[in-house]
């Protein structure tokens, strides 16, 4: 997959994402939890083009080892929300299936990067 469609999947991502913080119960466990969900799945876009900005091989992976996180983070986050009842697992399994897949691909790309280093 190429920057320029791996760009737009996390931008994708992230318009996603805001879009099931704005559905969100307007309760006070929701809007905390809804927070960290927004705050972490819109970053995985916003550090991905930094990535892409790198300076080195070292700096790609250390930026790239980010974008993992966050969206590990993400997925925390949705699991919780359906765990606690806010939201049903129907609701997030179609954003669940996208972070696995960027998740995927961003492993993939940093094995790659420190193989070819």
Do not use: H
């Amino acid at each position: 997959m190429d920057q320029r469609e791996m760009k737009r999947r996390t931008k994708a991502f992230a318009v996603k994402i805001v879009r099931l913080f704005e559905s969100l119960p307007q309760k006070r466990t929701a809007y905390v939890l809804g927070r960290q969900l927004l705050r972490c799945g819109t970053s995985v876009g916003a550090n991905y083009r930094s990535a892409c900005r790198a300076k080195s091989t070292a700096d790609f992976v250390a930026k790239m080892g980010i974008v993992e996180e966050e969206i590990d983070e993400t997925m925390y986050w949705l699991e919780l929300l359906v765990q606690v009842g806010i939201l049903k697992v129907e609701e997030v399994e179609a954003i669940l299936k996208e972070s696995n897949e960027l998740l995927a691909i961003v492993v993939a790309s940093i094995k790659t990067a420190r193989k070819n280093k």
